[in-house]
């Protein structure tokens, strides 16, 4: 005698993905991500070849022969200078975002005073305008100030954005009043609410303000274009620029040019996968009533 067991099968669930279609859009993932890769592929490996070789086979990742002349040849083309210029100069920016874009946001959502509504206003128009419209404007108020070519001139006009005020006075706003209500009863000014009270609790606005504005200056190429003119004030953006334009040798030179931009990239690469948690966790941490 003989006993068939019978396999019942789990009954399809409304708006459960079947077998196949999970396979499918799996295989899709995987095909844009590769789409996606394939040219920071091809960066990496250029950079180990020979000119020959990257002319030669552009799109092939892996090097025929394997070499380290593109890195030697940075190092006599002054990047360590360019690596220490962009350091210098983001390190600063970001500290100064940090200090006046949550000033400005924090008077903007707890402040009452003439004109507010009107200046956050103009915060948001700024937002809109292109930035290539402000370099001329720019380079005249740099040059009227005798800030020009000069490390001040590299850092003062981005130590605040109005992208940072918007952030901080959104998220200064969902915090109730009631906790500084408390501390102005225990006798706390503003300032002394702002910095010991409200500022520690936004700390998931500011890990988001630190890392968008350590890329942005670190990525900035427009405004250290006008406002700085000699080679020893240049910074990665402008270094590299000058590579690819051709201004500091001849032939095409891709395992140069893309070993410089490789390097460029490791930091901000670095910085963003150790904080990406925290880019959408900006509303986390504030208390609700």
């Known amino acids: 005698m003989t006993l068939t067991v019978r396999t019942r099968r789990r009954p399809y669930r409304p708006g459960e993905m079947r077998p196949l279609a999970k ?52 190092y006599d083309q002054d990047f360590l200078r360019w690596f220490a210029n962009s350091a210098i100069v983001a390190l600063s920016v970001t500290a100064g975002r940090i200090v006046f874009d949550s000033m400005a946001g924090y008077a903007l959502a707890r402040l009452r005073f003439s004109g507010r509504r009107t200046v956050f206003s103009g915060i948001i128009a700024v937002m809109a305008v292109p930035s290539v419209v402000l370099m001329i404007p720019k380079f005249l108020v740099l040059n009227e100030l005798r800030i020009y070519d000069s490390y001040s001139g590299m850092i003062i006009p981005l130590l605040a954005d109005a992208a940072g005020v918007f952030i901080m006075k959104q998220f200064f706003e969902s915090i109730p009043r009631s906790i500084e209500e408390a501390a102005s009863i225990d006798g706390a000014g503003i300032f002394r609410t702002y910095w010991s009270i409200v500022l520690p609790m936004a700390r998931p606005a500011l890990i988001t303000l630190t890392i968008l504005s350590f890329q942005g200056s670190w990525n900035e190429l427009s405004h250290f274009i006008i406002s ?29 040019k893309l070993a410089a931009a490789l390097l460029m990239t490791v930091p901000v690469a670095i910085v963003f996968f150790v904080f990406q948690r925290h880019i959408m966790r900006t509303g986390a941490g504030a208390i609700k009533e």
């Open 23 to 74: 396979l499918a859009s799996y295989m899709a993932l995987l095909i844009f991500a590769a789409i996606y890769i394939f040219p920071f592929l091809i960066e990496l490996g250029s950079s180990f070849k020979t000119d020959s070789d990257a002319s030669n086979h552009p799109l092939n990742p892996i090097p025929h022969q394997w070499v380290l002349t593109a890195f030697r040849a940075l």
């Open 228 to 256: 700085r003119q000699n080679p020893k004030l240049n910074t990665l953006t402008t270094g590299v620029a000058s590579l690819v334009s051709g201004q500091l040798g001849a032939g095409s030179q891709y395992p140069l």
